[in-house]
């Protein structure tokens, strides 16, 4: 079974650019996530999706930041524009539901904004 | 709001050996799962173990058991016959059993190093 698949792996942007990133969850899970990892910090939820539903967007810049999970199977991240404090890894997982026990992840992007 | 601490920024073990690594969390919730992550240098996360907070079993997966402290809000990973390929960031994780509060709640890690 493959598992949450992102790309790309590696970007590295100028301030102000736009960037986006995209994830495939697992086969038939529900829910998915995207977290923000901070060097030297665990990550932290940014929104969740049930199906094709923001139901978690909380945590999401919401002015410069902006997700869609067309269909309810794959999803994208985008930032626009970019800041240097965005610099981080950006981690995508998913579990079968909301009330799955594990979420599962993917590699992740790193993103460098200069 | 949930939290997650893990007072060791660092540890090391000999090859072969025995560790543990701490972490506490503090919840007012009755019903939870807490999880212990590796993330190696490639940056993914993977499940190590997971407990739920209604067993009073301690988890075990070969290697790698925890110590569940329900009243004193502690989950403890030990790493028994520490290997080479042990070494990584260890991340304790909390989360809620509601559906509504199925984030993830991590701590700010352990970096593992084996030593040879």
């Known amino acids: 079974e493959a598992g949450v698949v992102q790309s790309p792996r590696y970007k590295i942007i100028e301030k102000k650019q736009p960037v986006a990133f995209w994830c495939n969850p697992i086969?038939?899970?529900?829910?998915l996530y995207w977290y923000r990892q901070n060097l030297g910090q665990g990550p932290e939820l940014l929104i969740r999706?049930?199906?094709?539903?923001?139901?978690?967007d909380s945590q999401l810049p919401k002015d410069r930041f902006s997700a869609e999970r067309l269909k309810g199977v794959d999803s994208t991240l985008k930032i626009q524009p970019a800041e240097l404090g965005d610099s981080a890894v950006y981690l995508c997982?998913?579990?079968?539901?909301?009330?799955?026990?594990?979420?599962?992840f993917g590699p992740g992007t790193r993103l460098l904004v200069l | 709001a949930q939290t997650v601490t893990q007072s060791q920024p660092e540890m090391s073990v000999q090859e072969a050996e025995t560790v543990t690594l701490s972490c506490t969390y503090d919840?007012?919730?009755?019903?939870?799962?807490l999880f212990w992550y590796k993330q190696p240098p490639s940056r993914q996360m993977i499940l190590v173990i997971r407990?739920?907070?209604?067993?009073?079993q301690n988890a075990t997966e070969n290697r790698f058991s925890v110590n569940f402290q329900k009243a004193a809000k502690s989950f403890s990973l030990k790493i028994s016959d520490s290997q080479l390929g042990d070494a990584a960031m260890y991340f304790c994780?909390?989360?809620?059993?509601?559906?509504?509060?199925?984030?993830?709640?991590f701590g700010e890690g352990t970096q593992l190093t084996v030593n040879p």
């Open positions: 997982a998913s579990s079968l539901s909301a009330g799955a026990e594990t979420q599962y």
């Open positions: 086969s038939g899970h529900n829910t």
């Open positions: 999706y049930e199906n094709e539903e923001a139901v978690d």
């Open positions: 919840t007012s919730e009755s019903d939870y799962y």
């Open positions: 407990q739920e907070a209604y067993k009073q």
């Open positions: 994780a909390y989360r809620s059993a509601y559906t509504s509060g199925s984030r993830l709640t």
